[in-house]
């Protein structure tokens, strides 16, 4: 059994910056997938970023050049460095933690819910204009 635990969450000006933490407790088989999502009420769950058991990282086109996920396999902590932060970016951000998906003729880590099995409590970021 996995638990995540989220922190670093908090409210910030447009155009600062927020560093999210995940910290990984417990047995990780079939953990080939770290990711970040995020939520607003009343819409659908959206991917943010993946983490690759092989380092390989992807980002959703609305955070590409200002988001970077990462790793401390030592710490077992999953980071989600934010930069130059946007209102659109307000959401609750979730971590998790799947297995790689059968796409496009090969296995990788896919930003759909449906892949993570193992997730966070959440951590809410709110930007301000």
């Known amino acids: 059994q996995v638990q995540l635990v989220e922190s670093g969450g908090g409210s910030v000006q447009s155009g600062g910056s927020l560093r999210l933490s995940c910290a990984a407790f417990?047995?990780?088989?079939?953990?080939?997938?770290l990711a970040w999502f995020r939520q607003v009420p009343g819409k659908e769950r959206e991917g943010v970023a993946t983490?690759?058991?092989?380092?390989?990282?992807r980002y959703a086109d609305s955070v590409k050049g200002r988001f970077t996920i990462s790793q401390d396999n030592a710490k077992n902590t999953l980071y989600l460095q934010m930069n130059s932060l946007k209102p659109e970016d307000t959401a609750m951000y979730y971590c998790a933690a799947g297995s790689l998906t059968y796409y496009s003729g090969g296995y990788y880590c896919v930003m759909m819910s449906e892949s993570y099995n193992y997730w966070g409590q959440g951590t809410q970021v709110t930007v301000s204009s």
């Open positions: 983490f690759d058991h092989d380092g390989s990282t």
């Open positions: 417990g047995y990780t088989y079939n953990t080939d997938c």
